[in-house]
C-alpha cells in the first residue's frame, strides 16, 4: 500500500505478463502497475505510460484525467522499463504489439473489478503508446485522450527539422542558433568542460568527446522547444565560457547520448517500429567534428548487437489506416511549439468522435489544463458526454 495526497488507496500491484503473447514457451516476467483507488462505481483510466512507472509512486502524483473525472487510476509500466523488465533481458520481444498485449491482459484483469467506464491515455511516448493500444484492441476501453504523442514514419522521421526552422519568430530562432554557433565557435575551451562533467558522472560514449559536443548543441533546440523553456534565459554570445556549458547542459544533457542510456529500451524502439527525429546540420557544418548526424541513433545510442536493425513502418501504418478508417472517441493534446507536433495527427480530419486541440504556444507540456479556457470546456463537455 502507498501513500497518497489524493487517492483514498493506493496500491502497487505486480501482474504476470508472457514475454511473448503468442508464445508460452518464451516465459513471463511481472509488470509493475499502480493502482489509485477512489471507487468501484467510478469510471477507470488506463495510463499506458511509455517509459518506467518510478514517479507515479510519489504521494503528490495525480494524474490529470483521475482528478478531472473523480475516476479511478491503473498506472501500467511500460515492459523493459525499470521493475517491469524480463529476465533475460531479450530484445526481441520489445515490440509494440507486446505492449499492447500487456495492457489489454492488465484491463481484463481490473474489468471485474471496476466495471465502469473506461479510459486510455498517456503522455508523449506514452501517448503513442495509447494509440497503438487503441488500434490493436480498439473496443478495450471507451474512450482516449493521448497527450502530446507523435506518430514518425522513419528513425529519422523528416519533419522535426522542417518545424524547427520555423516554429516561434525570427528573432527567437536566431537567438537560439547563434548560441549553438557560440557553443561551437569556442569548442577548445568547452571541451575541458564537457569532460570532466562527463567524468563527475561516469558517462561512456561510442564516439569521441568533440563528437559528444557537437550534438549536445544539434539537440539543444529541439529540446529547448520541447520543453518550453523561454528563450529570454538563453546566454549571449558575450557570456562566459562556464556560463555557456552549464546552460547548453541543463538543456541537453550529454548523457542521452550514452552508450548504456536509461533511454535504451525506447531508443530500441525507435530504431525498430516507433520512429525518431533526425538533426538539420547545415547551419553548423563549419564548425562540426561530425560530417554528418545521419544514423546517429544507431551508431551512439542502440545496444551493440542491434546496431543494424532496420525499421518497420507497418506500426505507423496500422495506426494512421486505424484513424483514417474509423472515428474512435479520440481527444489529441498537443503544443503548438513542440517539436513533436510535425510528426503529431494533426493532419487528422476532425471527425464526429476525432478532436485534436493545439495549446497555443503550448510545449511537450501541454495538458487539458493548460489550453485556453474556450477549448478546455470544450474537452470537458465531450468527457462529460461520453461518460453518461
Not at 503468442?22 to 477512489?38: E, L, S
Not at 507523435?150 to 524547427?164: I, Y
Not at 478532436?355 to 463537455?381: C, D, N, W, Y
Amino acid at each position: 500500500k502507498l501513500q497518497s495526497d489524493y487517492y483514498p488507496e493506493k496500491y502497487v500491484v505486480r501482474i504476470t505478463q508472457q514475454v511473448d503473447p503468442k508464445d508460452p514457451a518464451a516465459g513471463t516476467f511481472t509488470q509493475r502497475v499502480i493502482v489509485g483507488h477512489v471507487g468501484y462505481d467510478r469510471p477507470t483510466i488506463i495510463v499506458t505510460e511509455g517509459y518506467g512507472a518510478a514517479y507515479a509512486l510519489n504521494p503528490k502524483y495525480q494524474e490529470e484525467l483521475s482528478k478531472l473525472l473523480n475516476a479511478n487510476l491503473v498506472f501500467v509500466e511500460y515492459r523493459y522499463f525499470l521493475e517491469s523488465t524480463p529476465e533475460p533481458k531479450n530484445w526481441d520481444y520489445l515490440t509494440a504489439e507486446n505492449s499492447a498485449y500487456d495492457l489489454h491482459n492488465v484491463r481484463n484483469t481490473f474489468k471485474q473489478i471496476y466495471p465502469e467506464k473506461w479510459i486510455s491515455t498517456g503522455i508523449s511516448k506514452g501517448g503513442q503508446t495509447t494509440m497503438l493500444y487503441r488500434a490493436f484492441f480498439p473496443d478495450d476501453v471507451d474512450f482516449s485522450v493521448p497527450y502530446v504523442g507523435p506518430l514518425c514514419k522513419g528513425v529519422e522521421d523528416g519533419r522535426h527539422e522542417p518545424f524547427l526552422r520555423k516554429v516561434g519568430t525570427k528573432a527567437e530562432r536566431k537567438k537560439i542558433q547563434d548560441f549553438q554557433l557560440e557553443v561551437l565557435k569556442r569548442k577548445s575551451d568547452m571541451l575541458p568542460l564537457l569532460e570532466s562533467y562527463c567524468k563527475n558522472k561516469n558517462l561512456t560514449f561510442r564516439i569521441p568527446m568533440p563528437e559528444v559536443l557537437d550534438y549536445c548543441v544539434l539537440e539543444y533546440s529541439f529540446a529547448l522547444w520541447q520543453w518550453g523553456t523561454p528563450v529570454g534565459s538563453i546566454p549571449l554570445p558575450t557570456a562566459t565560457d562556464a556560463e555557456l556549458i552549464a546552460h547548453l547542459l541543463a538543456i541537453s544533457d550529454p548523457s542521452y547520448f550514452t552508450t548504456d542510456s536509461t533511454n535504451a529500451s525506447f531508443f530500441v524502439q525507435a530504431a525498430r517500429k516507433l520512429g525518431y527525429y533526425g538533426y538539420d546540420t547545415r547551419p553548423f557544418k563549419k564548425y562540426l567534428s561530425i560530417k554528418s548526424g545521419k544514423g546517429y541513433l544507431h551508431r551512439l545510442m542502440l545496444p551493440e548487437e542491434l546496431k543494424d536493425m532496420p525499421f518497420d513502418k507497418t506500426l505507423s501504418r496500422k495506426i494512421k489506416g486505424f484513424l483514417q478508417k474509423n472515428d474512435p472517441k479520440m481527444i489529441f493534446i498537443y503544443g503548438e511549439n513542440d517539436p513533436w507536433t510535425a510528426a503529431g495527427v494533426t493532419w487528422l480530419k476532425e471527425k464526429k468522435n476525432i478532436h485534436v486541440f493545439i495549446q497555443p504556444g503550448g510545449s511537450h507540456l501541454a495538458r487539458i489544463s493548460t489550453l485556453p479556457e474556450k477549448e478546455k470546456e470544450e474537452v470537458m463537455k465531450l468527457l462529460n458526454e461520453w461518460l453518461r
